[in-house]
């Protein structure tokens, strides 16, 4: 266990101290740091680009795996679009203060819930250094301090990101110490000693990276490990749509969490779907491997039973031929992650019993796993996926970055009356005006 130097508790402190001034900002002013964040970084994308290109070359000469190389880049196109998001996260309805419930609890005494900022996040992750700007805009429009970890392949873009935004944040009315980098592995362990400074941990990365944060912080964590996706192509099926939404779950972004992993067909549809779904897999350099079924009706590679339930993040697709509905949501049931299943199907009610029945955070029918994304689903960004089964769940964006406190308003009231009968309680819901 590695405890918090002097020099990291004092830079959490500085967060912290800097998340309690911003949790007290108003709305505009909140939105308007985002826009000068953006600003900053359209002011400073030569210089995010240009260290953006140094961590790649660094990166493919230490030989990382393709799909983290993927997920390393940050070109201007790329940029341009975190930008933009920059801007829509400012534009999204504020998700503090908001009056969740309102109640009179007895004459003169009223309660209130109301949403708050959760404090500071402590997020880690890997390669992405785009996260660092969706992260930090989620944070800061929610009334959060962060303190952010980056992968060591992108360091220097971390740098020059987080640059950028303190340099924003400086103009405006929010203190740029709500945001902190840090840079070394050494740091990982130690943030996770912050209880007290950090209130909530966000880890990125791989199965085993999350369940190694989990085992070593007492500060709750919020997160996904393994994105283990499975498209289902049901009996009746059109065949040309479901060829396509698997093409798309597949190989739009294989890199991503949200993109297929296993293909679970029906045996009975699987002689019409197989044949022109693996000619347009193998168009698009997929590496197929199926079952014994699979193979006889055309999938050139053999699966062992480490491909079910395995996270590839590349062009590889595992393919199994099942008896039925029943088989495919016991297959997903034994080997899946909890993170975004799909159903392709003709028949209302195997989608029902698809989307009722699967316990994943989402759930689709006739449309590809892609779109389990917080910028799809209009939160404008997010800091992570959950897939744990209590809130936030799913793509994690502002909602799931407040939390909620009670406020009770009375005129002297005490406990006593109510106790030995003399008063009693009203609960009475007090309509919104």
């Known amino acids: 266990m590695i405890s918090p130097s002097t020099e990291l508790l004092h ?64 070109d201007g196109a790329k940029l341009a679009d975190c930008i933009q998001g920059l801007r829509q996260v400012a534009a999204l309805p504020d998700p503090v203060g908001r009056r969740q419930l309102h109640r009179e609890l ?18 880690v992750f890997e390669s992405r250094p785009d996260a660092v700007i969706q992260i930090a805009a989620l944070a800061i429009r929610s009334g959060n301090g962060a303190i952010l970890k980056g992968g060591r392949e992108a360091r220097n873009t971390c740098q020059a990101v987080v640059t950028a935004l303190q340099e924003g944040l400086a103009s405006c009315s929010v203190d740029p110490d709500s945001l902190d980098l840090l840079t070394s592995r050494e740091e990982i362990m130690a943030l996770l000693q912050l209880d007290g400074l950090v209130d909530l941990i966000v880890p990125r990365g791989s199965n085993a990276f999350v369940r190694h944060i989990q085992e070593n912080t007492h500060i709750p964590v919020l997160g996904h490990a393994d994105g283990v996706c499975h498209l289902y192509v049901d009996q009746r099926v059109n065949v040309d749509m479901a060829v396509a939404v698997a093409l798309d779950a597949k190989t739009q972004y294989p890199a991503a969490c949200n993109a297929i992993e296993t293909l679970l067909v029906h045996r009975r549809s699987a002689p019409r779907f197989l044949p022109p779904a693996i000619q347009a897999f193998t168009a698009a350099g997929v590496t197929l491997r199926g079952d014994e079924q699979a193979m006889a009706l055309g999938v050139p590679e053999a699966a062992t039973p480490e491909d079910w339930g395995h996270e590839y993040l590349d062009l590889t697709l595992a393919v199994r031929v099942v008896e039925d509905l029943e088989a495919a949501l016991e297959h997903i049931r034994r080997y899946g992650s909890r993170h975004t299943d799909v159903i392709c199907t003709e028949d209302e009610a195997a989608a029902a019993r698809f989307l009722d029945t699967v316990d994943s955070a989402g759930v689709f029918h006739n449309c590809s796993s892609r779109f389990a994304d917080g910028f799809r689903y209009g939160f404008g960004a997010e800091v992570g996926i959950s897939t744990q089964t209590v809130p936030p769940r799913g793509p994690v964006g502002l909602e799931g970055l407040v939390t909620y406190r009670y406020r009770l308003r009375g005129h002297g009231h005490t406990v006593a009356p109510f106790a030995c009968g003399d008063q009693r309680f009203s609960h009475r819901d007090l309509l919104e005006t």
Do not use: F, Y
């Open 11 to 74: 830079r959490a402190q500085r967060v912290r101290r800097g998340a309690v001034d911003l949790a007290q900002c108003s709305d505009v002013q909140r939105a308007a740091a985002l826009e000068a964040m953006a600003v900053a970084l359209e002011h400073h994308g030569d210089a995010v680009v240009t260290a953006n290109t140094l961590d790649r070359e660094a990166a493919a000469r230490e030989g990382l795996a393709a799909p983290l190389l993927a997920r390393l880049k940050l």
């Open 106 to 123: 007895a004459a003169g005494l009223e309660l209130e819930r109301v949403t708050v900022p959760i404090g500071v996040l402590g997020v």
